[in-house]
């Protein structure tokens, strides 16, 4: 894109375009080769990543089993996103978008699919009874946050991240734009989180455990490298919520399930007992083989 640039009368494929993600990047759906998923031992089989999408389902599944529900044990296995591992077949029936995360539900009489991270926190929530409010009125603000970061941060990471750090070029129309958004995005946290302890309200919820990882990343300058540039440090009502959600021992867990990225102790690429957290993780893998 350029200021000279004239779309064609009909648009095509440019694999090479420069961007971090071309080579994964594709305007077609479906499988590119056959390959199998594994299958543990646990109910529950999740093939996800450590990027704040996975981050959501990892979180939930420590909160469930931080509350004692044995039932939200899981084996957490590694699909690597730039090796497009999300186009071999057998991911792609779990998940036709071919986009982490996914999971699938051996406890049912057929095992069950789910993907979309909105989707699967709220089936999560709805089989354990848990982090969704009872209360009709209080369930309904809460799934209004869900569906609100759904909505949002699109604008967030294929928007800004996207201009801000994996454009092939800093083109400043679009970071402006981008910029823009998120900062009233980040805006709108604030105003809501200096009326309630949650953004559901006095009960922390899946709204939280979905944006947490994205908006709570952004604010503590984890997300593109952009806490300066974006002044996440002004919107203190955020920062608030993000150290306090951060504290969470579940949370400290989940976002080192299926991280490949980052220092080696807070790796656990893949996860299919609560004591690989301690035995597990890279920095023991790689003393051990060493
Ligand atoms: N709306 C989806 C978005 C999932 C998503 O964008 N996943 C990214 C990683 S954060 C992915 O798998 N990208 C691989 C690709 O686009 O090929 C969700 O919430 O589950």
């Known amino acids: ?110 095992p069950t699919r789910v993907f979309e991270s909105a989707s699967i926190m709220l089936y999560l929530a709805e089989k354990f009874g848990e982090f969704l409010p009872k209360d009709p009125m209080e369930r309904t603000e809460t799934m209004s946050w869900v569906f609100w970061l759904t909505g949002s941060a699109p604008y967030l990471g294929g928007g800004f991240g996207h201009f801000y750090a994996y454009a092939p070029e800093k083109f400043e129309y679009s970071i402006n734009r981008f910029s823009m958004e998120v900062k009233r995005q980040m805006d709108v946290l604030n105003y809501r989180l200096g009326e309630t302890e949650y953004l559901g309200g006095s009960e922390y919820s899946i709204a939280d455990m979905v944006t947490w990882p994205w908006y709570g990343a952004l604010s503590q300058g984890k997300l593109y490298e952009a806490g300066a540039f974006l002044d996440v440090a002004s919107y203190k009502n955020l920062q608030r919520w993000t150290d306090q959600i951060a504290e969470r021992p579940a949370v400290i867990r989940g976002r080192k399930v299926n991280r490949a990225f980052g220092p080696l102790k807070d790796q656990l690429r893949e996860r299919h007992d609560a004591s690989d957290f301690d035995k597990k993780t890279q920095d023991k893998i790689e003393t051990a083989e060493s």
């Open 1 to 110: 894109m350029s200021k000279s640039y004239v779309p064609p009368k009909v648009w095509t494929w440019d694999a090479n375009n420069g961007g971090k993600f071309a080579n994964i990047n594709r305007p077609i759906a479906g499988p590119t080769h056959d390959k199998d998923l594994p299958a543990g031992k646990h109910p529950l089989q999740l093939y996800s990543l450590a990027t704040p999408n996975g981050v959501k389902v990892t979180i939930m599944l420590e909160e469930l089993l931080a509350l004692g529900h044995k039932g939200a044990e899981y084996d957490a296995w590694l699909i690597n996103i730039s090796g497009g591992d999300q186009f071999g077949s057998g991911f792609v029936d779990v998940n036709p978008n071919s986009k982490i995360p996914a999971l699938v539900d051996h406890s049912n009489e057929t």
